[in-house]
């Protein structure tokens, strides 16, 4: 067998940690916020298709995930660096990141929750499972690598319910 460097396996394995992925949760009836993730991946647990992400306490976007089942999402191409990085560096509390971005959001009926109308691909999702990742958990130099200041994430598992693919 060749020895091979792990970044070079080109899957979903890289997608989101290379390309960045717009996660959207949410619903008709309690409203919906997105936030950009960089950590998170995809694989089989339960017999089911799943994708995991991180979303840090302090977000925004963790009161919409904690309330619904429905998540998004939404991976769009190099062109929209600049918005990924505006979806990630802002908050919905302050600041409509939609119009400051030009990129837009539909409510997908059949599903009840959003998705970023301009993406490559999209993954809707519906929340499985949480595990509030805490201090007592990780080792030391995890914790001062990524948690000096104590923002810890929450560990979300979501079933891929469906794959959309952008044909334009």
């Given amino acids: 067998m060749l020895k091979k460097d792990i970044n070079s396996y080109n899957g979903f394995f890289n997608e989101i940690n290379n390309n960045w992925a717009i996660l959207t949760c949410g619903d008709k009836f309690i409203g919906s916020n997105s936030m950009t993730v960089s950590w998170g991946g995809i694989g089989y647990l339960w017999d089911k298709p799943v994708c995991f ?29 600049k918005a990924l990085a505006v979806f ?3 908050s919905g ?16 009926l059949d599903y009840n929750g959003y998705y970023v109308c301009e993406s490559d691909y999209v993954l809707k999702c519906k929340k499985l499972f949480s595990l509030d ?6 080792p030391d130099y995890i914790k001062d690598d990524f948690y000096k200041n104590e923002d810890y994430h929450t560990l979300y ?9 952008n044909e334009e």
């Fill in 157 to 165: 598992v979501c079933e891929i319910k469906q794959y959309l693919v």
């Fill in 53 to 81: 992400v991180f979303v840090r306490e302090s977000r925004h976007t963790k009161k919409f995930i904690d309330k619904s089942d429905s998540v998004t999402l939404s991976f769009l191409s190099d062109k929209y660096k």
């Fill in 133 to 138: 990742i805490t201090k007592d958990k990780l």
């Fill in 88 to 90: 990630g560096s802002k």
């Fill in 93 to 108: 509390k302050d600041v409509d990141k939609f119009k400051e971005t030009g990129l837009h959001k539909t409510f997908d």
